[in-house]
């Protein structure tokens, strides 16, 4: 897996590894509409309302599996995010103490 950069804030953009994900994301800034259901508007989390919000989470966490593993540049350590927390409220780097260790290369 490959090892992935401190993400702060939402930032889909970044999360978005998927054609799929980056087109739609790129159509819907483009167009200022809501990234699930198309409805017109300018929506700063991209989507129109809770209920298109919680479909956004629900697709993403179907497309990048429920969590990331993501590394501490100033540990080095490797901690395992649920995909969830990132996409609500983004993740710190003081804030990757509270999830657990991955070890690589061990029998993890
Ligand atoms: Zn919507």
């Not at 992935?4 to 994301?25: H, T, Y």
């Not at 919000?53 to 179907?62: P, R, T, V, Y």
């Amino acid at each position: 897996m490959p090892e992935e950069v401190i993400v702060s804030g939402i930032d889909p953009k970044k999360l978005a590894k998927s054609i799929r994900w980056n087109e739609c994301i790129n159509a819907a800034l483009r167009e200022k509409c809501c990234v699930i259901c198309g409805s017109e508007g300018v929506y700063s989390l991209l989507t129109c309302s809770e209920k298109c919000h919680d479909q956004m989470k629900k697709e993403f966490i179907e497309d990048f599996g429920p969590f990331k593993d993501i590394t501490d540049a100033e540990t080095g350590k490797t901690h395992r995010v649920p995909t969830e927390v990132i996409f609500e409220q983004g993740i710190r780097p003081q804030d990757l103490k509270k999830y657990p260790v991955v070890e690589k290369g061990s029998n993890a």
